[in-house]
């Protein structure tokens, strides 16, 4: 038996028509669910007494006899191994060392597993795949579901933390390990097969693939969908305001003087469109009471809002309010006096070029004529999920 061999030390026999065991998310679609998480251990349904749960450490050395034992059950007693890899010890820093647990704590099976953000443990394996080693159970509690609970617990840790796949490498001779693995969904991938270490192929192992990657799909002609999905893509927020003539030179002032209240809405598509010559790109609905009067001026002032301006920006987006600026602190901006908002974290002075038909929405193009930073400039408000946020450190 080799210092490498992986997955190969479970016999599963009948064990996965036994109905055995249990946990697995919807990903998985050849396994279903009817098991119990209670913090970080499972029950299962069908055998609640059988838990699994990850090692303790005063546990790896009845781990390493037990993998051991499976695997000389399997494959003949190994040679003294010098791989640190065969210790559960070593194996618990890098990686997840699991074990299935009978009704008095004794230890009948034990897998370890990739942990999520860590490294593979097998050089061929991508970053979207759990892979796993030393699947092993007790030969003593053979046949009776210990493996197949040990791997739906896997595939369910898989889908849990967004992995793609569940890869394992097997010896070529463990037919009933092999039976488990298809029964639970996994395919052969000869493609991959075999153990590689420093880009040499050094064993004849077998490689199965479990496939988790179902992706969930809203229906692309619901508004609500989309709105909803598309929201997750965050983005900051703009005041855009404009709408009384706009001349060069025109003060704000003067326009409340002519008793025409400016035009204000928020958006949140406000790209960097081209820096050189600075461009603006907004997308504005067609229903938009405000963005016609702003349009007819052909110059608007946009202002960043800062993370402490989410009510302000309810406020001002209301559908159709007029005077919507009224009690808002704003200073005139230089070319053509439209209300920049104060507090803001920048601002920007801009004239329409040109617009784009964009479905319900209008694309518009603007020529950036002026711009600065304002007081809150590092504290910009973000929009996702509906929700307004601030920044935080990732
Ligand atoms: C955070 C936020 C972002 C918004 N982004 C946009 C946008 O990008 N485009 C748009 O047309 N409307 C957007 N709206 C809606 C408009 O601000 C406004 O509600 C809509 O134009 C109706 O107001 P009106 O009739 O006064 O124009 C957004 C609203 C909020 C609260």
Redesign the pocket.
Known sequence: MSDVNDAGGVSAGSAVSAGSAVSAGSAVSAVSVTSVRVGDVTVLAAQPELTIRRARPDEYAAVDELIDAAYAHDYGPRGTSTDPMHLAEVRDRGYEVWVAAGPRGELLGSVTLRKLGGRALHEDVADHELDLRLLGVSPDARRSGVGAALMRHTAELAAEAGFGAVVLKTAPDMHGAHRLYEELGFARAPERDGLWIGGSRILDLFTYVLPLAVLPTAAVADPDAARSVLGRFPSG?VVVTGGFGGGEGTPAAGASDAGVSPAA?????FVSLSIDPPRVL????K?????PRIAAGTTFAATVLSDSQGEL??D??????RD?LAGVSTVASPRHGHPVVLGGSAWFECAIREEFDGGD?CIIVADVLGFGPLQRAELPLV?AGSR?AGLREA
């Open positions: 927020v809405l928020v958006l949140q598509s907004l997308s504005v609905g229903r938009s009471t405000s963005w920006a309810r001002i987006a209301r559908p159709g309010a919507k929405h929009f307004f």
